[in-house]
């Protein structure tokens, strides 16, 4: 299939929207403390995972659930055996 006018430009868009927030982090973690950094990359899918399922209502099984509690209680595990 030939690649069309339209298809290259969202091909190039694509590009820099997914070019743009990298450069942005890297900015910002360079200017950043590592502890604040690290945290919020911590806390970052917790904080996906309340708004996927709490904000729109997604469905979500009971093996998911059960996968999120055995991922932050071998977490929990980690940060206490230190």
């Given at each position: 299939?030939?690649?069309?006018?339209?298809?290259?430009?969202?091909?190039?868009?694509?590009?820099?929207?997914?070019?743009?927030?990298?450069?942005?982090?890297?900015?910002?973690?360079?200017?950043?403390?590592?502890?604040?950094?690290?945290?919020?990359?911590?806390?970052?899918p917790?904080?996906?995972?309340?708004?996927?399922?709490?904000?729109?209502?997604?469905?979500?099984?009971?093996?998911?659930?059960?996968?999120f509690?055995?991922?932050?209680?071998?977490l929990?595990?980690?940060?206490?055996?230190?």
């Open positions: 299939m030939p690649l069309t006018r339209p298809v290259a430009l969202l091909v190039a868009l694509s590009g820099l929207a997914t070019a743009i927030p990298l450069v942005t982090f890297a900015y910002g973690v360079q200017h950043s403390h590592y502890l604040t950094v690290s945290f919020i990359q911590y806390l970052n917790l904080i996906q995972f309340y708004m996927a399922v709490f904000l729109p209502h997604e469905p979500m099984l009971a093996q998911g659930y059960e996968a509690g055995v991922i932050w209680s071998r929990r595990c980690i940060r206490s055996a230190r």
